[in-house]
């Protein structure tokens, strides 16, 4: 089979990524396998996990070789075009795998499931099974129906499902850091986005099964967990025994408190739901990691109220100011849409001059990409050419690089406590780690008794633009 040519950067956003569970090769255990592939956010990653918990109590164990595999599941992504194309490319490629050996099965799950599923049905016969990110608990009946060859379809979006006792099987884990998913859906109406109608309402997940999941991680040697949502500051939970109200700040501050050694992030925070409270937490606890990704979308107050954002620009600069208040060394990355509907010129440089005022650590960016059916694509024209459109996204990424450069020169000379996530992928004598904003910092092993897992102090000595370089001190 050809293998998939993606380039660097649509690797990074969609990040492929082959799954595999224990045991998967006992046959004693596991009857069958299935193979499956992920794109799109963390949020869908980490639905993968539970898909193949919902699998492996069913008997199908992972492989990570999709030839072999009885079932093959893309877990799908819908935000950008490209998202849609790169997962259509890799169904025709699957579908020659279903030739030489019928009887496999594929499936397409996630966010594409529901805008798309008459179409990779009917239309193509792609696919046999289209189940939506509300329904995996359908998913061993489902496969059991398109077993007998029926078309097996499941995309009702819940108000209510959360998937709170499923306990996810880690794939591809480091063994250390791990994502927690706290809330699913999105209540927001930013009018770009797709997001809303592929995985419906906002819903928060039982507060106490996050602290169990944080807790369970930490006995089995994680040391770090996120906690996702697509806007965790949002998160809102009753508990009905005792009535309390858990809002995003006592999440936080339950999970920091589950052990000092366990380091806690979370993302991603919308810049009109992020509290004060939130701030407050993030600056008590030491295990709580100085690191905010604020998506400002737009620099231009126009553009954020065409992009229903809710805030203005100056708005978003005091929100910025009161972090660097609050937790004067915590770093912020954002999102930029460079070339949203009407962006003239100088609106597109106003996304340029907040970059620089919010000294953004790292950033993902990308052009204005029209979604059928959400606010924007219904209301306003994408009448920004896509020459422009690229051209305003290349001066936001060389802003960015220059930045993210600037701010690792600065780390030069200060000692940082980070936690050691593996080798470095460059040599067999260095850790990979991170600090507590997230920067990557690689160093020598030395003598030193470490391990995976560990926290060291390391004094920085070198930079590039996306890597710190250090020694043990
Ligand atoms: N919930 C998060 C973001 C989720 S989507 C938030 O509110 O910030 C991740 C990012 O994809 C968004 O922040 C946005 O920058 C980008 N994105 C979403 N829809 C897009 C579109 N139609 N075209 C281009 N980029 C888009
Ligand atoms: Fe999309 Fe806005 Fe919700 Fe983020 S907050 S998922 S950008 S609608
Ligand atoms: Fe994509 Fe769905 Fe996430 S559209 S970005 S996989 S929530």
């Known amino acids: 089979m050809e293998a998939l040519q993606l380039e660097k950067k649509e690797i990074n956003e969609a990040r492929q990524g082959e799954a595999y569970a224990p045991f998967a090769h006992d046959e004693n255990v596991y009857k069958k396998k299935f193979y499956i592939e992920s794109y799109g956010c963390q949020m869908n990653f980490s639905d993968s996990e539970i898909v193949a918990s919902i699998l492996n109590k069913e008997g199908f164990g992972a492989t990570r070789n999709c030839e072999e595999a009885d079932l093959i599941f893309v877990n799908t992504c819908s935000i950008r075009e490209k998202a849609e194309l790169t997962v259509r490319k890799r169904l025709t490629e699957f579908r020659k795998i279903k030739q030489t050996k019928p009887g496999t099965l594929v499936g397409v799950l996630g966010c594409m499931a529901e805008r798309l599923k008459s179409k990779f049905l009917e239309e193509e016969k792609l696919v046999d099974l289209v189940v939506g990110p509300d329904a995996y608990r359908t998913l061993p009946a489902l496969v059991e129906e398109a077993e007998t060859g029926q078309k097996a379809v499941n995309v009702l979006l819940s108000r209510d499902e959360t998937y709170a006792d499923i306990s996810p099987v880690r794939l591809n884990s ?18 770009f986005c797709v997001v809303p109608f592929t995985r419906g309402r906002e819903r928060s997940r039982d507060a106490q099964s996050i602290v169990a999941e944080a807790q369970d991680l930490f006995n089995r040697g994680f040391r770090e967990v996120t906690l996702l949502g697509q806007n965790v500051d949002s998160y809102y939970f009753v508990n009905e025994t005792t009535n309390e109200i858990i809002t995003f700040a006592k999440l936080l501050e339950l999970v920091a408190l589950v052990n000092p050694l366990l380091r806690v992030r979370f993302s991603t925070s919308h810049p009109k739901d992020i509290t004060e409270d939130v701030l407050h937490t993030i600056a008590k606890y030491e295990n709580i990691c100085n690191y905010i990704h604020l998506p400002v979308q737009s620099g231009n107050t126009r553009i954020l109220q065409l992009m229903n954002r ?15 208040k609050i937790i004067p060394d915590c770093a912020i990355s954002s999102d930029m849409i460079a070339g949203f509907c009407t962006e003239t010129e100088e609106e597109h440089r106003d996304t340029l001059s907040i970059m620089e005022y919010s000294k953004y650590d790292y950033s993902y960016m990308f052009f204005y990409s029209e979604r059928p059916g959400t606010l924007a694509a219904r209301r306003f024209q994408d009448d920004v050419p896509l020459e422009i459109k690229k051209r305003r996204l290349q001066e936001i990424v060389d802003l960015q690089n220059r930045l993210s450069l600037e701010s690792n020169q600065k780390d030069v000379g200060k000692t940082f406590k980070v936690l050691i996530e593996g080798q470095s992928k460059k040599s067999a004598d260095a850790w990979m780690s991170r600090n507590s904003q997230n920067k990557v910092v690689i160093f020598p092993k030395r003598n030193y008794d470490f391990q995976k897992g560990s926290y060291a102090t390391v004094k920085i000595t070198g930079c590039s633009q996306a890597t710190l370089f250090g020694e043990i001190v």
């Open 310 to 324: 809710t805030y203005t620009r100056e708005w978003y600069m005091a929100k910025v100011d009161q972090i660097k």
């Open 174 to 191: 480091n063994g250390v850091t791990a994502f927690i998913s706290i809330m699913r859906g999105c209540n927001n109406m930013c009018s």
